[in-house]
T-cell receptor
């Protein structure tokens, strides 16, 4: 039983396209996150949702739009993809009072 | 904004040697977490430290939180090839209390 699952695992697409990444967690956690990991391995927070409400919205181009239909799901839609969007995107979740984040296996996005 | 730096960026050791990575924050932290990411994998939570000067051990791994709660270290005794990966610290602090990941230390272990 995968705790935090992301789909797809790999995504290769052309510049200008629109794509979505889906994330689901079955841990009963209240908070979910999107992180971007670039080629230098830096992990940068993009968004955070707590119980379907947006609580963190970092300086991210508005081409990126998260959506949380319920507290177990957090999707990421990206419009007009650019070469610089190529990275690994990780979904994560955390519970109230619990310590660490549980990460999904990541989505490697390549824009060509 | 809050920054969390780690040194070294990269460390190559022979199997059996010790390894230490250091984590420094620009602001005082309420707690610090450590994660390990295997090559091609995702970050996996290892531990959280909360108290000033706290030291915790997990088998060959020793984690320390500085007295001023602005730095931390991870020490691995007698490295094994299974220790290969990138080790991240992640600090929570500042006005927003966000968890900010450090820059990471990539550990390579030669058998």
């Amino acid at each position: 039983d995968t705790a935090v699952s992301q789909t797809p695992k790999y995504l290769v697409t052309q510049m200008g396209n629109d794509k979505s990444i889906k994330c689901e967690q079955n841990l009963g956690h209240d908070t979910m996150y999107w992180y971007k990991q670039d080629s230098k391995k830096f992990l940068k927070i993009m968004f955070s949702y707590n119980n379907k409400e947006l609580i963190i919205n970092e300086t991210v181009p508005n081409r990126f739009s998260p959506k949380s239909p319920d507290k177990a799901h957090l999707n990421l839609h990206i419009n007009s993809l650019e070469l610089g969007d190529s990275a690994v995107y990780f979904c994560a979740s955390s519970g109230t009072g619990r310590y660490g984040y549980t990460f999904g296996s990541g989505t490697r996005l390549t824009v060509v | 904004g809050q920054q969390v730096m780690q040194i070294p960026q990269y460390q190559h050791v022979q199997e059996g040697e010790d390894f230490t990575t250091y984590c420094n924050s620009s602001t005082t932290l309420s707690n610090i977490q450590w994660y390990k990411q295997r090559p091609g994998g995702h970050p996996v939570f290892l531990i959280q430290l909360v108290k000033s000067g706290e030291v915790k051990k997990q088998k060959r791994l020793t984690f320390q939180f500085g007295e001023a709660k602005k730095n931390s270290s991870l020490h691995i005794t007698a490295t094994q090839t299974t220790d290969v990966g990138t080790y991240f610290c992640a600090g929570r602090g500042g006005a927003t209390n966000k968890l900010i990941f450090g820059t990471g230390t990539l550990l390579a272990v030669q058998p």
